[in-house]
């Protein structure tokens, strides 16, 4: 059973910083692309960052330059470096990851139980 477990949500003051972590484990052949997604109440849930095996990367347009996504492949793991936070941050944040669980079958897209990021004064 393959799982995605995240870590490092919290209060955090505007323009404050936090790292967000999403360690994978089970049993799996490999993992495609990783990323965050966030939902804020009322809203839908939105790309924040993605990153591909091969470490490229893809920013939603309000996070480029503040937020950066890295991953660690040897120990299944995705980062979300959050800096300079701003109150419309504030949301559920989840991880998700494509896994293949073994050689001959395709993708499979696995969430998080997410963790809350509240930004606020």
């Known amino acids: 059973q393959v799982q995605l477990v995240e870590s490092g949500g919290g209060l955090v003051q505007p323009g404050g910083s936090l790292r967000l972590s999403c360690a994978a484990s089970?049993?799996?052949?490999?993992?495609?692309?990783m990323g965050w997604y966030r939902q804020a109440p009322g809203k839908e849930r939105e790309l924040v960052a993605a990153?591909?095996?091969?470490?490229?990367?893809n920013y939603a347009g309000s996070v480029k330059g503040r937020f950066t996504i890295s991953r660690d492949n040897a120990e299944n793991t995705v980062y979300l470096q959050m800096n300079s936070l701003k109150p419309d941050d504030t949301a559920v944040y989840y991880c998700?990851?494509?896994?293949?669980?073994?050689?001959?079958?395709?993708?499979?897209?696995?969430w998080g139980q997410g963790t809350q990021v509240t930004v606020s004064s």
């Open positions: 998700n990851a494509h896994f293949q669980l073994t050689w001959v079958e395709g993708l499979k897209a696995y």
């Open positions: 990153i591909t095996n091969d470490g490229s990367t």
């Open positions: 089970g049993r799996f052949f490999t993992i495609n692309v």
